[in-house]
């Protein structure tokens, strides 16, 4: 199936090299739905934006286009508009026939790119031994459904998580593992430690209080940059714990993941350092190692160091990406890559990229971007807490949305008067809670702090996940009251579009493609949520006002295609976001 942006494209470049000869191919025709439905389907916008190149009103020029415009298959005739406007509408056999299409093309008539890239999102990168935070969650829901994203548009996609496995606080975690859990040195011992995060708490309790622990902790972070035995044992345990513990959590959101932690760089850091060093862009700055990028400065105005190298030798957070750039690049054969990584983050990463640029590590066919995202606050707008005041822990928030749907949900059933078992129940709660904690991340612009509410994200109305869900539900209620198999319908049946919330949803679901090929260039994946929020809305008036089951034939047919193909868009839309649908709820 053609996309109808495509053909819309091509004909506008047609006509355009046929009215202004062949310097103009290629131009963007500038085409957008248009806002109201008086105005027809799409408007073109080039006119206007063609009026200074050739020196003339944007009204001649829109009249010129359109004297050379043949759209005849696919729409009424065009109209101009205001200064220069080119209104377009479908006629109505062309809408049927792409929704004919769609509803039959397992993609839904989103082409795939015609030139994969090798694209890694690099996400989660929680850190060990530290709380997995909100922060982190954010980072993981988001960065998985722009990998889903990506990966649905053919590109080869590594998911990577830079899990901060490395640093000067193993120190005190290595020192307090030898003395509180002696077992765990033993190489391949796999011992229990606990919850990391009281273990991290007591192991800096000690470190704040105990000068000899101090000490022996600092000699412990030697120890493990040299390699030497019982350290690099007892790391390994500590990363170990952590792992399992993160994988529980990826296991629950269903999210796949490929480890590639801050160690992994640590034998490529030395030639990091001595590169720069030859490029002539290292500098000496109070016994540290340091670079400068062009327009940082600190509070006071004087240009802020970005730290490769600290006075004890050590490297820092920004070397390992430095080396992780040069790796992805060259050794992965990266073209996009994508840190799906808090705002906070901002400055460091345009230090990070304008370094690696001005080292030449940057290839011209590579796009580094940093995908940023607000904070999570809490209903009182302050940083997201718990009643007394600590860290949310995400297991503990992921079983308190679960069982809250559950609630929801069983006080439903009884309402309706419905039994069901308690798998049924289970499985039901668990994909609508972890679905509206995913949903109510994504379908916020992501750059803005975000506000945590268990009560809005589970709500039946309104941009959730909830009402999405219902709405896929809905249709699977009309096969199975009317019996009908949705992937039999009869294959030369075709679609007739009558009422006007028949067309209202006919001319949104073909937009599907415009917006995942927004999102996948854009990043922005609360454009695909208002999308399926939309569409949820215009099938809901469709399907109050429409009879499907009791309608003639064939018309009947006909709504069931439409109702077969929203169900298709949602279940789609929704896997891109990570959210699994339910059959009935
Ligand atoms: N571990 C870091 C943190 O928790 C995030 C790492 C992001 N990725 C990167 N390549 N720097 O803040």
Not at 124 to 141: C, D, F
Not at 511 to 517: A, K, T, Y
Not at 567 to 578: E, F, H, I, M, Y
């Amino acid at each position: 199936m053609k996309s109808t942006l495509a053909q819309l494209t091509a004909r506008f470049d047609q006509a355009l090299i046929a009215a202004f000869g062949p310097d103009l191919a290629g131009t963007d025709p500038m085409l957008v739905p248009t806002s109201n439905p008086k105005f027809g389907d799409y408007q073109a916008n080039l006119a206007m934006s063609l009026a200074k190149p050739l020196q003339e009103n944007p009204r001649a020029i829109a009249t010129q286009i359109v004297a050379k415009l043949d759209l005849s298959d696919l729409c009424e005739p065009p109209e101009i508009a205001g200064p220069g406007f080119i209104n377009l509408r479908f006629k109505t056999q062309y809408l049927e026939d792409q929704l004919r299409a769609m509803q039959a093309d397992p993609r839904l008539g989103v082409a795939p790119v015609a030139h994969p890239q090798t694209v890694i999102v690099d996400f989660s990168s929680p850190n060990i031994a530290k709380e997995m935070h909100v922060g982190h969650l954010r980072s993981t829901i988001i960065g998985d459904s722009l990998a889903r994203v990506q990966e649905f548009m053919g590109h080869q996609v590594l998911r990577l998580n830079h899990v901060g496995d490395w640093g000067t606080q193993f120190g005190m975690l290595i020192t307090h593992l030898k003395d509180a859990c002696p077992e765990a040195l033993t190489p391949g011992a796999a011992v229990d430690i606990g919850d990391l995060v009281t273990f991290y708490k007591q192991a800096k309790q000690r470190f704040d209080t105990d000068d000899d622990f101090k000490t022996r902790s600092r000699e412990a972070v030697v120890d493990l940059q040299s390699g030497e035995a019982t350290a690099t044992t007892a790391w390994k345990a500590l990363c170990e714990q952590s792992r399992q513990a993160f994988q529980t959590l990826y296991d629950r959101l269903d999210i796949t993941i490929q480890e590639r932690g801050e160690s992994f760089y640590n034998p490529l850091l030395a030639d990091v350092v001595q590169d720069l060093d030859s490029l002539g862009l290292l500098v000496e700055n109070q016994g540290a190692r340091v670079v400068f990028a062009d327009g940082f400065t600190n509070k006071d105005g004087d240009p802020l160091p970005l730290i490769i190298q600290k006075t004890d030798g050590g490297y820092n957070y920004a070397t390992t990406d430095l080396a992780a750039i040069r790796y992805r690049t060259q050794q992965d054969g990266a073209e996009r890559v994508l840190y799906v990584v808090d705002a906070g983050q901002g400055n460091h990463f345009a230090q990070v990229f304008q370094v690696a640029a001005k080292a030449g590590w940057i290839p011209s066919n590579v796009e580094l971007t940093h995908v940023p995202f607000g904070v999570v606050q809490g209903e009182d707008g302050k940083k997201f807490k718990t009643r007394s005041g600590e860290t949310v822990r995400l297991k503990d928030l992921l079983d308190e949305a679960v069982s809250r749907a559950r609630i929801d949900l069983e006080t439903r059933l009884q309402t309706e008067q419905r039994a069901e078992t308690e798998d049924f129940i289970q499985d039901a709660a668990e994909a609508v809670g972890i679905g509206s904690v995913k949903y109510a991340d994504l379908s916020q612009n992501r750059t803005s702090n975000y506000i945590f509410s268990f009560d809005k994200m589970l709500a039946l109305q309104g941009n959730t996940a909830p009402y999405m869900l219902y709405a896929y539900v809905r249709v699977q209620g009309i096969s199975r009251k009317g019996d009908i198999d949705f992937a039999h319908l009869p294959a030369e049946a075709r679609i007739y579009l009558a009422d006007d919330t028949e067309f209202a949803l006919a001319r949104h679901l073909l937009q599907l493609d415009e917006v995942i090929g927004e999102v996948a260039q854009d990043l922005y994946p609360n454009r695909l949520c208002q999308y399926l929020f939309e569409l949820s809305q215009k099938f809901n008036q469709f399907y109050d006002r429409c009879a499907v089951l009791q309608a003639a034939e064939p018309q009947r047919t006909s709504r069931l295609l439409l109702c077969d193909l929203t169900a298709k868009t949602l279940k789609l839309g929704l896997s891109l976001l990570g959210i699994r649908v339910l059959e009935r709820m």
